[in-house]
């Protein structure tokens, strides 16, 4: 059998180059005069040490201002950008460039270096060779976007208008389910050359938003929402039991997020947690539901109650049924409660007020 390519660390399948960027980054390095190659080297991790220096650090080690490493750095970028080795390895940049129009034309850096390079020092190398082609733009990580890499300025302008548009629309707390919110993003789209409209594509680009985020149960929303904000034991919770999609026993809501989530999660904790969030209502014997659906808290007292506020005297078996909808008790527990004429009183006719 064939050997499976393995993927890179976000899941993008790997992309080969057929050059060899080892040497390709020699050369040209070679291309630039002593001071500034030793500045690239540090700055692009491309020595011995992977590590990334910054302007500062290296101004510090050197006695020069953090200014002065800019320029140096800039003088040893362009003496490479005019040197023969460079235009020698045109055809390289042009494959970088197929390369990166094959992921979507605009893409993540994080996922464009896991793709191009197997390891920390190779996507150093491949890092410095996109900073040297201006074909090649990068927009820096801000409040709403991450760092990314794209080939054409107007695609990605029409795909940064379409995030932030997206983002508008979605409420503030509710998820919506993957391939409604790509339609939706899809509409956002229509500028946009369809032949980048495949799904793979689609999801890399929700990926550069930093405020539209997905959960595990492939729900999307704003990245603030609760239900896509998943960080302890009560979010994976309400996870495990939305998708389940009826009331659960505390306990298996824990065994659910151990074996669904691989998240550890101890009995006793999930319960006290269940207990302490407004989301979750205890509707039975350690059965707990979700108040989205229409579950309210409160004893069986308390539902009696309000089933009597909203609807006005009935008759035991009407009462009994109501409750039903709303806690998995026994009839028995139900009537006991009823028949508490410190809170509930029966009439002449046979039906039942609150007191």
């Not at 991790?45 to 002065?68: C, F, H, K, P, Q």
Request: charged letters at 35%.
């Amino acid at each position: 059998m064939p050997r499976k390519t393995k993927r890179a660390d976000n899941g993008t399948k790997p992309i080969r180059l057929s050059f060899d960027d080892t040497a390709l980054v020699k050369r040209l390095l070679a291309a630039a005069p002593e001071r500034p190659r030793g500045i690239l080297v540090r700055r692009f991790g491309l020595g011995a040490n992977v590590r990334r220096e910054t302007l500062e650090a290296i101004g510090d080690r050197s006695g020069i201002t953090r200014e002065r490493v800019r320029q140096i750095e800039a003088a040893g970028l362009e003496a490479i950008r005019n040197s023969k080795a460079c235009k020698d390895a045109c055809g390289a940049f042009e494959e970088l460039a197929k390369a990166i129009e094959s992921l979507g034309s605009l893409v993540p850096e994080e996922e464009l270096l896991a793709a191009l390079g197997k390891d920390e020092r190779a996507r150093n190398r491949l890092r410095f060779l996109l900073v040297l082609d201006a074909g090649f733009f990068r927009e820096r990580e801000t409040d709403d976007f991450v760092a990314r890499w794209h080939i054409d300025q107007q695609t990605a302008k029409k795909i940064h208008a379409a995030l932030v548009n997206l983002y508008a629309a979605l409420p503030d707390d509710r998820v919506i389910p993957e391939g409604e919110l790509l339609d939706h993003f899809l509409d956002e789209l229509r500028e946009v050359n369809d032949a980048y409209k495949r799904e793979e594509v689609l999801k890399r680009w929700l990926s550069i938003s930093k405020r539209i985020g997905k959960n595990p149960l492939a729900e999307w929303g704003r990245a603030s929402a609760p239900a896509i904000r998943t960080k302890g034991i009560r979010d994976y919770a309400y996870l495990t039991i939305k998708r389940h999609g009826k009331p659960m026993h505390f306990s298996e809501v824990a065994k659910t997020i151990s074996t669904v989530f691989s998240k550890k999660a101890h009995v006793a904790t999930t319960h006290n947690e269940l207990i302490k969030d407004p989301r979750f209502v205890l509707v039975g014997r350690g059965l707990y539901a979700l108040t989205e659906w229409g579950y309210a808290p409160g004893v069986v007292r308390d539902v009696i109650r309000k089933v009597l506020e909203k609807e006005g005297p009935l008759k035991r078996e009407d009462i009994v049924q109501r409750v039903k909808q709303a806690r998995f008790v026994k009839d028995n527990t139900i009537l006991v409660n009823l028949n508490d004429p410190r809170y509930f009183k029966r009439t002449t006719d046979g039906r039942y007020t609150a007191v």
